[in-house]
């Protein structure tokens, strides 16, 4: 992996599968560098160029195909000998290309940049395997390839007469925009209604003497709340003020603290308070072990004296 990070472009693999791509990679860094007349035929390139040539090109092969090129040293040979191995996947390509362009739709794509995406992959297979497409050819591709419910949309965009396939796949894209707005605004609520009112959120945060970040305790503190607070005068023993405010009179002030001082010492009385359960009882024998003796209880007529 830490090779690849010093790669110029992905090296070529053993399968040959990315070996159209990995050539005209190579024409343009060895042109780039004034090395690209050392793999054309009769050239008259150095022993230098050709060396610096035949290190980029063993530097862009994957492990496997250095070692079967081990002994090639000349540029040209090792281009020949790799086009040989995987000139005919160019056909291959072709092929595959051309069936790619007979089947595209526009109609099977979700969006325009998926079909726009794959136009573009298709016409470069085209044109490296040495068939060119044409803004005409991608026009009326579109332009015949629209679902069967928006024939009238697909005539009106022919009418417009865009010359380049970009000014189409353009408008395309502004429209397809404008139907996800329009959809949106369509689907946030039902129609006829109001909007939903805005809800801002806000955040306090109290502050104590010390600047620091806080606010009121919200539990009740030594167990206390608000309400059980009642305002009591220890001056004259009444509710609903403070000693230092208390305007009871002498007499009311002597009463009271005498009566403190004769509480002081008695005993406290305490009355308690138990429920009984009410206890049923039943004469008759529960126990199971001995039998059930009818004689043994008394008759209607037992209690009941002789009158006679």
Not at 35 to 43: D, F, S, V, Y
Not at 46 to 54: H, R
Not at 238 to 261: E, I, M
């Amino acid at each position: 992996m830490s090779n690849l990070a010093k790669l110029d472009f992905v090296a070529l693999d053993i399968s040959g599968n990315n070996y159209l791509p990995w050539v005209l990679d190579v024409e343009i860094h060895l042109d780039a560098n004034g090395l690209g007349e050392t793999i054309k035929e009769g050239n008259t390139a150095t022993t230098q160029n050709k060396a610096k040539a035949m290190i980029f090109l063993r530097h862009h092969l994957c492990e496997g195909l250095k070692y079967e090129y081990l002994t090639v040293k000349d540029p040209l040979v090792l281009w020949k000998n790799l086009k040989e191995r995987y000139g005919h996947l160019k056909t291959v390509i072709l092929l595959k290309a051309r069936y790619d362009w007979i089947h595209l739709r526009l109609q099977d794509f979700k969006s325009i940049n998926d079909y726009n995406s794959a136009m573009f992959r298709i016409t470069a297979q085209l044109e490296l395997c040495g068939e060119k497409v044409s803004d005409g050819d991608m026009l009326e591709k579109t332009y015949q390839t629209f679902h069967g419910s928006q024939l009238l949309l697909s005539q009106q965009y022919r009418q417009r007469g865009f010359k380049r396939y970009s000014e189409l796949v353009s408008c395309l894209l502004v429209s397809e925009q404008n139907n996800e707005i329009l959809m949106k605004n369509h689907q946030s609520r039902p129609t006829g209604t109001d909007p939903f009112p805005e809800v801002n959120a806000t955040k306090y945060e109290n502050r104590n003497k010390n600047d620091k970040k806080g606010g009121p305790r919200e539990g009740p503190r030594d167990g206390l709340r608000d309400r059980d607070i009642v305002n009591f005068c220890l001056r004259c023993g009444g509710k609903g003020h403070w000693a230092r405010t208390c305007r009871a009179p002498p007499h009311v002030l002597d009463s009271y603290h005498r009566s403190l001082n004769d509480n002081k010492g008695k005993k406290i009385e305490a009355n308690f308070v138990a429920e009984q359960e009410k206890v049923e009882t039943n004469f008759a024998d529960t126990n199971e072990n001995q039998p059930f003796n009818y004689g043994d209880y008394m008759d209607v007529s037992d209690l009941f004296s002789d009158l006679d």
